[in-house]
């Protein structure tokens, strides 16, 4: 299968400082791949640049065999990547439908985001500043999925969420790489039920990879894990 996000000898970083190194991930159509670490590893700049908002530092990043354009990240958006960022950034005063549709797209689209959240459904002219945290989080990825992303790129969704809501969410994520064919990028503090739904993972330690391997290894393995982020895996 050929890759639908494409990362190769990624430098990612800030001020032509790296903070990640020679970071290679490809992800296929459907397949869902986890990004684990300590606080501050380099989780969220890897995203940032695999979503056109930081130019790659070296390396590159491809969406479908093409560069992803950093000059003009709404162009990657309208390519199909989508980021989800770990602040919601959400309309609170505007209703539900309001927040899903701002992007203007068409009413079948809509009903097929919604599909996968019914909890939205029932609250859709309720202004999104009066959603729980849960129902939040699923309108933020609703809203990401109206725009028929090929790559989405989910930030720590758990933030702030109880952990069976957090397990709800995740479930539907997988659903949706399974029928869409989406292909996700999970960065996920909830290690352990990242690894219940994810199909591999890669593992960053202070920017370095020291990690890659099958969720299904590491779920039974979870010393594997362990060492990793204590720096210990090759
Ligand atoms: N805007 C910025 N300018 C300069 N350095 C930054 C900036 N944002 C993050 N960094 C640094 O880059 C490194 C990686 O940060 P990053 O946010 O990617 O980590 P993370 O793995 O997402 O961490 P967390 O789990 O806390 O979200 C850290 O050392 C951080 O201080
Ligand atoms: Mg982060």
């Given at each position: 299968m050929t890759a639908i996000l494409s990362c190769a000898a990624l430098d990612a970083g800030y001020h032509r400082r790296?903070?990640?190194?020679?970071l290679n991930l490809d992800v296929n159509p459907g397949e869902i791949v986890a990004i684990l670490g300590s606080n501050g590893a380099g989780k969220t700049t890897s995203l940032l640049t695999m979503a056109g908002l930081l130019a790659p530092l070296g390396g590159s990043v491809l969406l479908d065999g093409k560069p992803v354009n950093h000059k003009r990240p709404f162009l990657s958006a309208r390519s199909g990547v989508q980021l989800v960022p770990?602040?919601?950034?959400?309309?609170?005063?505007?209703s539900v439908a309001d927040n899903i549709s701002f992007g203007r797209r068409g009413k079948a689209a809509v009903d097929e985001a919604l599909s996968y959240f019914p909890a939205l459904e029932k609250r859709?002219?309720?202004?999104?500043?009066?959603?729980s945290g849960g129902e939040q989080q699923m309108l933020v990825l609703a809203r990401a999925l109206v725009a028929e992303p090929k790559v989405m790129l989910i930030d720590?969704?758990?933030?702030?969420?109880?952990p069976v809501i957090v397990q709800e969410i995740l479930r539907v994520v997988r659903r949706i790489a399974d029928e869409k064919r989406t292909a996700v990028v999970l960065v996920e503090q909830h290690v352990h039920m990242a690894l219940q739904i994810a199909d591999r993972a890669t593992v960053l330690a202070h920017g370095d990879v020291v990690l890659e391997e099958s969720a299904e290894v590491l779920r039974a393995d979870p010393d594997l894990l362990r060492a990793s982020y204590l720096g210990r895996a090759a």
């Amino acid at each position: 299968m050929t890759a639908i996000l494409s990362c190769a000898a990624l430098d990612a970083g800030y001020h032509r400082r790296p903070v990640v190194r020679n970071l290679n991930l490809d992800v296929n159509p459907g397949e869902i791949v986890a990004i684990l670490g300590s606080n501050g590893a380099g989780k969220t700049t890897s995203l940032l640049t695999m979503a056109g908002l930081l130019a790659p530092l070296g390396g590159s990043v491809l969406l479908d065999g093409k560069p992803v354009n950093h000059k003009r990240p709404f162009l990657s958006a309208r390519s199909g990547v989508q980021l989800v960022p770990d602040d919601k950034c959400l309309f609170t005063t505007l209703s539900v439908a309001d927040n899903i549709s701002f992007g203007r797209r068409g009413k079948a689209a809509v009903d097929e985001a919604l599909s996968y959240f019914p909890a939205l459904e029932k609250r859709i002219k309720l202004p999104a500043g009066v959603l729980s945290g849960g129902e939040q989080q699923m309108l933020v990825l609703a809203r990401a999925l109206v725009a028929e992303p090929k790559v989405m790129l989910i930030d720590e969704l758990s933030m702030g969420l109880a952990p069976v809501i957090v397990q709800e969410i995740l479930r539907v994520v997988r659903r949706i790489a399974d029928e869409k064919r989406t292909a996700v990028v999970l960065v996920e503090q909830h290690v352990h039920m990242a690894l219940q739904i994810a199909d591999r993972a890669t593992v960053l330690a202070h920017g370095d990879v020291v990690l890659e391997e099958s969720a299904e290894v590491l779920r039974a393995d979870p010393d594997l894990l362990r060492a990793s982020y204590l720096g210990r895996a090759a």
